[in-house]
């Protein structure tokens, strides 16, 4: 029924123990609390820094199953926006890399419609996971998890 419970779900199943997490420094708690919660390995890489999380990927790539990477597309405490088509663009040129944005920040704010940065920056198909938060510009309550229809499959059974 929140933003906060659907970040919580989505990182605390999805990421696996032979997985890693790579998340921005400057993430809400949501995230980093749904990463904990999860089994799989975990570092932060430097604010808005896709030199730095580039670097992060290099360092652990062949130590782990998959890598994914999770960012706000606005975040909530700064209030700047991820540099997603530089990560979008990293992510899709490796195969077990899987790029997750929390856009509770962006909906209704940005995209035709309010669909979000990643609606208006035309990466949607290259996000294995959105978070959509009702709370905030659309001011109601609940959120949603977008994604493939695997991946949603996977949510419908876990849950």
Do not use: W
Request: aromatic share 10%; proline share 1%.
């Amino acid at each position: 029924n929140s933003g906060y419970q659907a970040v919580l779900g989505l990182l605390s199943c999805i990421p696996q123990k032979t997985d890693l997490v790579l998340y921005d420094q400057y993430s809400h708690s949501s995230i980093m609390d749904g990463i904990r919660l999860g089994s799989a390995t975990h570092y932060k890489f430097s604010h808005r820094d896709v030199e730095n999380l580039s670097e992060q990927i290099q360092r652990h790539i062949k130590n782990f199953e998959n890598i994914y990477v999770v960012v706000e597309s606005v975040f909530s405490f700064s209030g700047d926006t991820s540099p997603l088509l530089e990560i979008a663009e990293l992510c899709s040129n490796h195969k077990n890399i899987f790029l997750i944005v929390d856009e509770a920040q962006g909906v209704g704010v940005f995209g035709k419609q309010g669909r979000g940065l990643c609606n208006a920056l035309n990466i949607e198909h290259l996000c294995f996971a959105r978070i959509f938060t009702y709370s905030k510009a659309l001011g109601c309550s609940g959120a949603s998890v977008v994604g493939s229809n695997a991946l949603k499959n996977y949510l419908v059974k876990t849950f």
